[in-house]
């Protein structure tokens, strides 16, 4: 069971009415419990196992589902933001193309960016998909193989914080290049670009004494 509680604003030195809000996983939906309620309350079904948290009043969960006469789960995203003291529930993606299985995603908060990673079409295949949408501006900025075994790592291990198009993990960072595929698509296909032009890659990007050691996913704060 995974959990997210947003504090209240009672011990602040000033009081925004803010109330307690604890929401949680359990069996197959997210359940929120507000301060001074008696019985918790459904949020919604979700098909996942861990709540992801942009920041103290705002959380994701993926929420796949069937549409009639097809196969694959459809990939989506719920948004719910506190407020004072009640929350809202708001799709935050869904996966048009019906036939993508979408292994793992990651999404940049600040620049509503998300990361999209298929799962393959075949066992062993070395080479992954990954697809990378604007959602303010509803386009898709790239949709290309990737081979770095690192990435693909990182992006199936879920084990990073990505933030203003850095990929925060360890004592490294990968950053993506958002400025080259903005650039790119308004005058270019979408896969004009290489692997290689997309991701940067920098190690030891905070100095460590001996015998230290950086966070998983590194402590820098998606605000």
């Given at each position: 069971m995974d959990l997210h509680v947003r504090a209240s604003s009672a011990k602040e030195k000033i009081k925004m009415n803010q109330k307690l809000i604890v929401f949680f996983l359990h069996t197959g939906a997210l359940w929120s419990w507000t301060q001074?309620?008696?019985k918790i309350q459904w949020v919604c079904d979700t098909t996942t196992t861990t709540?992801?948290?942009l920041n103290d009043n705002m959380i994701i969960v993926r929420d796949d589902f069937k549409q009639k006469d097809t196969v694959h789960d459809i990939f989506r995203l719920r948004q719910i933001e506190v407020e004072f003291s009640h929350y809202s529930v708001d799709k935050l993606y869904e996966e048009k193309q019906v036939t993508d299985t979408i292994k793992s995603f990651g999404f940049d908060y600040l620049r509503k960016i998300l990361i999209l990673m298929k799962a393959p079409k075949s066992k062993g295949q070395k080479a992954k998909w990954v697809k990378i949408h604007d959602l303010e501006n509803e386009k898709l900025l790239w949709n290309a193989q990737v081979r770095n075994?690192?990435?693909?790592?990182?992006?199936?291990s879920k084990l990073f914080t990505l933030v203003d198009g850095h990929l925060y993990y360890n004592n490294k960072v990968i950053k993506i290049r958002y400025d080259l595929l903005q650039n790119t698509l308004k005058k270019k296909n979408l896969k004009d670009l290489e692997e290689h032009e997309v991701f940067d890659y920098y190690e030891n990007i905070l100095r460590v004494d001996l015998n230290e050691t950086v966070k998983t996913k590194m402590p820098f704060c998606s605000r």
């Open positions: 001074g309620e008696a709540i992801y948290r075994k690192e990435l693909i790592g990182r992006l199936k």
